[in-house]
């Protein structure tokens, strides 16, 4: 589904992810963690292309990632930034309908059928829905995100700290909501204990450049 | 069509301007009293101003007799390139930017300059520098301020939701979809002022050109028939310049992947922008 080859990503002239190869297989959920600024965030914005590798091959649903090769490939991903920030007024219908309106999401219909049953699972009330998104708690925002993505059902979905900020019994909701889907690839970077212990695969980051570690889900290499 | 000036506005005599300089004590006794520390600022950019305006007098006065089609030309593009790297200055884009702004600004002030030119005022020769060169530059003028706003507020409203814009980049909008709203606040942003000034014109300010033109001689009449047609190019002018200058700019600003290249902004690498 995702497969890494030896890539290295550079931010101005420090190296943050050297030579880093990984293998993902369609419906994996895949951790990412490590101590801050070991270059996690970086990893999976060069998943999404905001960081590009200086060497090595990203290949995507057997794609190449190029320009080219990203309309096809983004049909299929989701990715769920750290922070959701409010854009005035906008509420959290809005935001959540906002990707419908999308050329790319042309003949999808919202789906309103699976909107209570989804708020239902991640506790949101319903009146959340009329709420404009800034007025909205931190974890919140988070679910809401979350919501996005499940309404939108795409194969790939790429999380940054999916949990972080929200508290316990709101984290299990995200994370058994990410395990849910299994056909869905998941790769998230987090901390989460339960998202490790349940991960197919562990990658740990280390800062300075050094080789990085991945492991299955028995901690083998 | 146009009324010859019957004569040109009285002149001001070398002692009246030192009147008129000295006038500026109001301001040195308001700062003094109010200690803001401005005086010395004051005597600088009123100095500059002076010299700048004197040694447009003279060239502007050579440029008249002169009234060769290339050297206006040459003249207004000097003034084109002249905004555009105030435009840029003004906005924190880096002055690389110049290659999609300048095109930008030539085509939209060329074109509503082109049209007002040939089809309303209407100069014998067409190039003529007493019609040329000052229209050009209120365009130009206009466009400018026009464009600081606007382009300033695009990139820095992308910029305060990077994560929003990106998410939206990578579920597979396009780049034009992803700013659609940056766009709208960006417009509304440069169109505001705009508005505004033309709700208040003749009531609260008479336009300088029609003062100038009235004091120049002009019937009252004719001036206003300028100051309508000038207006009116202006709008379209400022209009034009600021929606290319963003669609020009795009190609730079954003990467081939879609997102924000933040190497379009000064003093700021990309190597400093985001988390890691």
């Known amino acids: ?221 | 069509m146009t009324q010859r000036m019957p004569m040109g506005a009285h002149d001001i005599s070398n002692i009246g301007l030192i009147l008129a300089a000295a006038s500026l004590a109001v301001s040195v006794v308001v700062y003094a009293f109010t200690k803001v520390g401005l005086i010395r600022d004051l005597f600088i950019s009123m100095g500059r101003m002076g010299i700048q305006l004197g040694l447009v007098g003279l060239y502007l006065t050579g440029l008249f007799r002169l009234n060769h089609p290339l050297v206006n030309i040459g003249y207004v593009l000097l003034m084109m390139g002249a905004a555009n790297y105030s435009v840029l200055k003004n906005t924190g884009l880096k002055q690389s930017m110049f290659v999609y702004t300048f095109p930008a600004t030539l085509i939209s002030v060329g074109a509503v300059g082109l049209y007002f030119m040939t089809l309303v005022f209407q100069p014998q020769p067409l190039y003529d520098a007493r019609y040329l060169i000052p229209i050009s530059g209120m365009l130009l003028g206009n466009s400018m301020n026009r464009t600081i706003i606007t382009l300033e507020r695009f990139y820095s409203s992308v910029r305060k939701d990077e994560s929003g814009y990106s998410a939206l980049i990578a579920m597979g909008a396009t780049v034009n979809e992803a700013t659609s709203s940056n766009l709208k606040t960006a417009y509304r942003a440069g169109l505001g002022p705009a508005l505004a000034n033309l709700a208040t014109m003749g009531i609260v300010s008479l336009p300088g050109m029609m003062t100038g033109q009235i004091l120049g001689g002009s019937d009252p009449s004719v001036a206003i028939k300028y100051q309508v047609a000038i207006i009116l190019a202006i709008y379209v002018a400022t209009d034009l310049s600021a929606l290319l200058c963003i669609t020009f700019s795009k190609r730079k600003g954003f990467t081939p992947y879609g997102f924000l290249n933040h190497d379009i902004f000064k003093g700021k690498s990309s190597a400093a922008s985001g988390s890691t």
Do not use: W
């Open chain 1, 1 to 221: 589904m995702i497969q890494l080859d030896s890539i290295t990503v550079q931010l101005g002239t420090q190296t943050i992810v050297n030579r880093f190869s990984l293998e993902i297989a369609k419906g994996d959920k895949v951790a990412v963690y490590g101590e801050s600024g070991s270059g996690k965030s970086t990893l999976l914005k060069t998943l999404i292309g905001m960081h590009l590798p200086v060497n090595g091959r990203i290949v995507m649903q057997g794609l190449d990632f190029v320009p080219a090769n990203l309309p096809t490939i983004r049909k299929e991903v989701f990715y769920l930034p750290q922070d959701i920030l409010a854009q005035g007024e906008e509420t959290a219908m809005d935001y959540l309908k906002a990707p419908f309106a999308l050329a790319v999401n042309r003949g999808a219909m919202f789906p309103e059928m699976r909107l209570g049953e989804l708020m239902a699972t991640l506790r949101l009330k319903a009146e959340t829905l009329t709420q404009p998104l800034g007025r909205l708690s931190g974890g919140e925002r988070k679910r809401v995100g979350l919501l996005r993505g499940m309404l939108l059902n795409r194969a790939i979905i790429l999380a940054d700290e999916p949990s972080a900020g929200v508290d316990a019994s709101n984290r299990d909701v995200i994370v058994n909501m990410l395990f849910r889907q299994s056909d869905a690839t998941v790769v998230a970077v987090t901390h989460d204990e339960e998202f490790l212990s349940m991960a197919d695969k562990k990658v740990q980051m280390h800062s300075h450049g050094m080789p990085d570690d991945t492991t299955d889900a028995h901690g083998r290499p």
